[in-house]
């Protein structure tokens, strides 16, 4: 069972797209998994042929539990298959869901069968570790013993448990609720944010779109929203210092960028799904993609990559709404860029005072990884950027 | 004739299923009230035009807005 974000804990099997003898790729969707952010398409990160699955269907199990053996090419399967979490070398959770990131994955320790102390969720650990508990004196309460973040909580001396979960039947949307307080309370307690904020005129970028989409069927028009998403892309293939993740103490930069789109559902509740290797797209190309996450965020058929590779988020409050947001983070990233709708003002160019569409862009940075200096950078480089749309 | 309305509903809620076409007032508006965002209105831009070839451009977004209007403007645009 894949880690699918910092605070994922379990994800219950509602399906399996191979069967045993299955030739599979690297990148292949193998399984899908609900969790609290919805169901999730799991990819394989090892190419083989699936030996046998483990996991029953409708199961809940906890990260790092293995769902699946698959057999490298030339391998002999396993003498005897492993009824409980085992050090296989093959199995799909040997390896965390983001290992072909240069940045290493964001939880390292998933499998909890590494070696590296009693099997643990990746929440259990990083809590135990803020309590200062030491996790071979707690008992797990997960499959296999496994301890999860409630074992951390009961285990705390004394009164100071606030955050213990009540692990209740809530709908989809308070499930979700639940997995966004848990983000985005890690990111306030663990980043030390800060902020950079400029206005930018984005009337030429909006006059190139309407002369472009004039002449498009609607099925090839682009918003302003995918021009957003690929300066920021630009921008932070530049900016390196705001592209990657803050893992285990330390900052390591992406060599892609993988902007993560947040989406908001209808109904309540917000995704933010990674467009992978941006870097590499046109504009429309940009565009097609966006549409395509937006749709499947909604029909809730995200892939495990896309929720776990985003490198640095882009949230944009569209056409209408508040002119400035201020943005948090997403852990393990280390920035977000928050653009505000377009507003009408009166703005300077040259010597004269002209009506013209600007948008609010704040940057929400992590002071751990950077500095002012190099986030008023990427706020200057994406305000050229935006000034040159059909160089986009 | 075309029922222009239902099939506008029809396409408005295969983008938003949560919206209960019986619940939808005629004059209420896709984003301001429905909170459609702007790439709901393109996708339903596009249903619009793949069901009935009707071009949309962008100017007239605010003529298919509501119940109302999109029912008056396909009514005249597929027409004709």
């Known amino acids: 069972m894949p880690s699918l974000g910092a605070d994922m804990e379990a994800g219950k099997l509602v399906e399996w797209s191979v069967q045993p003898g299955d030739q599979v790729n690297r990148g292949d969707v193998v399984a899908v998994v609900e969790t609290q952010k919805g169901a999730i398409e799991i990819e394989i990160f090892e190419s083989g042929t699936v030996h046998e699955l483990i996991a029953e269907l409708g199961a809940e199990l906890p990260v790092g539990a293995p769902l699946a053996v698959i057999l490298a090419e030339g391998e002999a399967p396993p003498a005897e298959a492993p009824a409980a979490p085992e050090p296989v070398q093959e199995d799909m959770t040997a390896q965390s869901p983001a290992d072909d990131i240069t940045a290493p994955p964001p939880t390292p320790d998933i499998a909890p069968h590494a070696g590296a102390g009693p099997a643990a969720s990746p929440a259990a650990r990083v809590r135990a570790h803020e309590l200062g508990l030491d996790l071979s004196a707690i008992t797990g309460s997960g499959p296999g013993g496994v301890i999860v973040l409630a074992d951390v909580e009961v285990a705390v001396p004394g009164p100071a448990r606030p955050q213990a979960r009540t692990g209740g039947t809530g709908s989809a949307v308070d499930e979700m609720r639940k997995a966004i307080a848990a983000a985005m309370t890690r990111s306030k307690q663990s980043i030390p944010h800060f902020y950079l904020s400029e206005t930018i005129d984005v009337q030429p970028a909006m006059d190139y779109l309407a002369a472009l989409n004039a002449d498009r069927p609607p099925p090839e028009r682009v918003l302003l929203g995918a021009l957003f998403v690929r300066a920021a892309t630009r921008a932070a293939a530049k900016i390196k210092v705001m592209n990657g993740h803050f893992t285990d103490g330390a900052f390591r930069p992406a060599d892609r960028v993988n902007p993560g789109v947040a989406v908001a559902l209808r109904g309540g509740g917000l995704v933010a799904p990674a467009l992978m290797d941006a870097q590499d797209m046109t504009l429309d190309q940009t565009m097609s993609g966006m549409r395509d996450l937006v749709t499947r965020a909604r029909a809730g058929r995200l892939r495990s990559s896309e929720m776990t590779q985003g490198t640095i988020t882009i949230s944009s409050l569209g056409e209408t709404g508040a002119e400035a947001m201020t943005g948090v983070i997403f852990p393990p990233q280390v920035a977000l860029v928050g653009i505000g709708a377009p507003h009408r003002r009166p703005w300077v160019v040259g010597d004269a005072v002209v009506p013209r569409h600007v948008v609010t862009l704040t940057l929400s940075a992590d002071h751990r990884v950077s500095d002012g200096r190099q986030v008023a950078r990427f706020i200057s480089e994406f305000e050229t950027l935006m000034s040159e749309p059909e160089a986009l | ?80």
């Open chain 2, 1 to 80: 004739m075309t029922d222009f309305r239902a099939a506008y509903l029809e396409e408005l809620t295969n983008i938003a299923p949560d919206i209960d076409p019986d619940t939808v007032g005629d004059d209420e508006h896709i984003q301001d009230d429905l909170e459609l965002d702007s790439m709901d209105v393109l996708n339903l831009v596009m249903a619009l035009h793949k069901r009935f070839g009707v071009d949309i451009p962008e100017a007239d977004y605010p003529r298919i807005a509501t119940v109302a209007l999109a029912t008056r403007y396909l009514e005249s645009h597929v027409a004709s």
